[in-house]
């Protein structure tokens, strides 16, 4: 699923930017190189690729604990969004700036293919509701092989 975005760079830092100042924390530095590489990223990362990509693109020495502390706060926040794939003990996170889409993970590459079907989310619905569940959020992860692999 492309990102089709509606909003620029700017205008998303300057949304960040408010939202700590609401919360009363104050912005760094590396905090938007962070959410600089998730922007413009079409894939899924780690937490050690994105440090690699920050290092890389800045030129900065910055550890894997800050970037575990800035991904856990914007986790916190619902700025992004973290999938954990089955056997790897690390996530991989990506901007929610997106409509809720659903993730097919390759058991052998770990290619992550996003999807959305509104049929499926239906059914979800209507599951919950037949248990007695009023459904707030969820995370279909869906694991095979991709056809590259296959």
Do not use: P
């Not at 390759?106 to 239906?122: G, H, M, P, R, S």
């Not at 995370?139 to 056809?147: E, I, Q, S, W």
């Amino acid at each position: 699923m492309k990102k089709d975005l509606t909003i620029s760079y700017d205008e998303f830092m300057l949304k960040f930017k408010d939202t700590m100042k609401s919360l009363g924390l104050n912005n760094s530095v590396q905090r938007e190189y962070v959410l600089k590489i998730l922007f413009n990223s079409e894939i899924h990362l780690s937490a050690d690729a994105l440090l690699n990509e920050v290092k890389k693109e800045y030129s900065v020495t910055m550890g894997i604990a800050t970037v575990y502390r800035i991904l856990n706060l914007l986790e916190e926040l619902h700025i992004v969004n973290s999938i954990s794939i089955d056997g790897n003990e690390s996530k991989v996170y990506e901007l929610n700036l997106v409509s809720h889409h659903d993730h097919m993970v390759c058991t052998q590459c770990n290619k992550i293919v996003e999807f959305f079907d509104a049929e499926l989310e239906k059914l979800q619905e209507n599951v919950a509701l037949t248990n007695g569940f009023t459904l707030q959020s969820h995370n279909m992860l869906l694991y095979g092989v991709c056809k590259e692999c296959q």
